[in-house]
């Protein structure tokens, strides 16, 4: 489907892969590429997993578009904004296959996801806005707020903590982690599960309870654009 986002079927089950350098920065273009690979697994009402490469999913937005100027900025967070927003309504059920470090925008996908999976290692896991001097986006707090623990929302957002993938889990970033040799079985293992429920129960209950999420999604964009515009 594109060199930034492999597309792979088998069985229902679509894993998009993503690729952009070493750190799999999250460009417009990926982004890009990401809508069009969700537009064809729920062509293919498919189970959808979601990994990187080895050692990491993403280290965040691409910070040339990021520093290129306001505009380039704000349309990158806006867009980014809204593909979390998809993700978290997505009809089909969203693993996240985790192959190392999660970083901002990385740890916002794992955010957006059904089901978590990481791999055991040194790795880092977390939003780090303000430990390189960004100020945390409305959108990305209400994700954190709704999906984090408690402590763990605190100390990432205003603390920039990062977290290992075994405290990753207590903070509710992954729900398990696995040795990285069994990462894609693990995940497959999940995504087959998950084949298994009905559906439209999922895709109804989902939007029921993440209503309130979503709703204060939509008016964090409106205000990310507005503030950072």
Partial sequence: MSELITYHLEDGIATLTLSNG????????????????????????AVVIITGQPGILS???DLKVMTSGPKEAVSLVTSGSTLARRLLSHPFPVVVACPGHAVAKG???????????????????????VQI??????????IARDRLGKSAF???VVNGEMFNPQSAV????LDVVVAAEELQGA??????QLKKINMIAHKNTKLKVRKALLE????AIILDQEHMG
Wanted: aromatic share 8%; no cysteine; charged share 15%.
């Fill in 133 to 142: 001097g960004m100020t945390m986006h409305h959108a990305g707090i209400e």
């Fill in 22 to 45: 070493k750190v799999n920065a999250i460009s417009p273009d990926v982004i890009a590429a990401f809508n069009a690979a969700l537009d064809q697994a729920v062509t293919d009402r």
């Fill in 59 to 61: 280290g965040g937005y």
């Fill in 187 to 192: 995940a497959l293992a999940a995504a087959r």
């Fill in 170 to 173: 207590a903070a509710g970033y």
């Fill in 216 to 219: 204060a999604l939509d008016n």
């Fill in 107 to 129: 740890a916002f996908l794992l955010l957006s996801a059904d089901y978590r999976l990481g791999v055991d290692g040194p790795f880092s896991i977390g939003l780090n806005e």
């Fill in 154 to 156: 605190q100390r990432s």
